[in-house]
């Protein structure tokens, strides 16, 4: 069983930055899976935005390309996603979870954190 908890999601005015969280823990080996960012909108499905794999190489969604950036400290089991010049596109519930043959773990979700862009 794997335990994902994102984290340091807030409110946040257009132009600003936030760097979200994503602490891993339970059965798994978390420096050998591929981690991915989603997010989801009101109305709308969850969509990938970022994607890390255990040799670093990284995905971006085009919405975010340039303005996010996924990393992960496997010593910490973290990954974060820092994300600059926010707008209100952008808010939304992210979540973080392993990428298994590029999908999500369906028994991995965590409740996610509320990214919310506003004035």
């Known amino acids: 069983q794997v335990q994902l908890v994102e984290s340091w999601g807030g409110l946040v005015q257009p132009g600003g930055s936030l760097r979200l969280s994503c602490a891993a823990s339970?059965?798994?080996?978390?420096?050998?899976?591929?981690m991915g960012w989603f997010r989801q909108a009101p109305g709308k499905q969850r969509e990938l935005v970022a994607s890390?794999?255990?040799?670093?190489?990284?995905y971006y969604e085009n919405s975010v390309q340039g303005r996010f950036t996924i990393s992960r400290d496997n010593a910490k089991k973290t990954v974060y996603l820092q994300m600059n010049s926010l707008n209100p596109e952008d808010t939304a519930v992210y979540y973080c979870?392993?990428?298994?043959?590029?999908?999500?773990?369906?028994?991995?979700w965590g409740q996610g954190t509320q990214v919310t862009v506003s004035s």
């Open positions: 979870n392993i990428l298994l043959n590029g999908r999500p773990d369906a028994t991995s």
């Open positions: 339970g059965s798994m080996f978390f420096s050998m899976n591929a």
């Open positions: 890390i794999t255990r040799t670093r190489s990284t």
